[in-house]
């Protein structure tokens, strides 16, 4: 119940499905504005914090724990334009994660069309691994234990020896970051390079696929949780432009 016009730690909890000590964490991390405090020491809560709480655990959803403790600290704190930044960082991952998907995609329909099983096609030159690495967009460290796991075999320059990717190898590449950012094992990410090297991409396909879906969902999760955002920002903080 409520104590006058505030709301007691207890009522916060049960409004937002969580645990009094949930709601505390929430306040300590700054996902929420600190509470005022009665005469005797305990938390008085408002409506904005209330509404600060469903935010936030909306915006956890489609940007994760620590983007959104950043977004929701600098919407407290004033500084709007550095909360909206943190928003666009995400938007601009998911839409080139999104992007990768597709020419994945597009590659692997082209190859699924072929009868033939797969083949090396020419490229002016065979990438340096931190070339390849930084074309996908992850460190040279995940493409050595990558190799060690068996997921790329890399060519090997005859004089420096620095490993080489030619195209075959970056097609795999890409379907390993995919596949390891979809939440895949190296159990998993193997038989679907094995399918995919004997020409039978169907396997792959429908594992690119299904991370197409996943983000679908996580944009939409987006939406859903700035719909709230700009309903929480228009009715309790200062206005973002």
């Not at 009094?20 to 700054?30: F, L, M």
């Not at 950012?181 to 020409?199: H, K, M, Q, R, T």
Request: glycine share 6%.
């Amino acid at each position: 119940m409520m104590v006058g016009t505030y709301l007691r730690t207890i009522d916060m909890a049960h409004a937002g499905g969580i645990s009094v000590q949930q709601v505390r964490n929430y306040e300590a991390s700054g996902f929420i504005p600190p509470a005022e405090r009665s005469p005797s020491g305990y938390r008085l809560y408002t409506q904005q914090h209330l509404a600060a709480l469903k935010t936030a655990r909306s915006l956890v959803g489609g940007y994760g724990w620590q983007r959104t403790r950043a977004i929701m600290q600098a919407l407290h704190e004033g500084r709007g334009s550095v909360a909206l930044a943190l928003i666009d960082e995400r938007h601009a991952e998911l839409a080139n994660k999104r992007l990768q998907v597709e020419q994945t995609l597009a590659a692997l329909s082209t190859l699924a069309a072929q009868s033939a099983p797969l083949a090396i096609t020419r490229q002016p030159q065979p990438l340096r691994v931190g070339e390849a690495a930084k074309q996908v967009g992850v460190r040279i460290s995940a493409l050595h234990f990558w190799e060690q796991q068996g997921c790329l075999q890399p060519l090997r320059d005859r004089d420096s020896h620095y490993r080489l990717y030619d195209e075959q190898q970056m097609r795999r590449l890409r379907v390993v970051v995919l596949l390891r950012e979809a939440g895949y094992n190296f159990n998993v990410i193997l038989p679907v390079l094995d399918e995919l090297a004997a020409g039978r991409p169907e396997q792959a396909i429908a594992a690119v696929e299904k991370r197409r879906e996943e983000l679908t969902r996580t944009s939409w999760t987006c939406i859903e949780a700035i719909t709230l955002f700009q309903s929480y920002v228009s009715e309790f903080c200062m206005p973002l432009h």
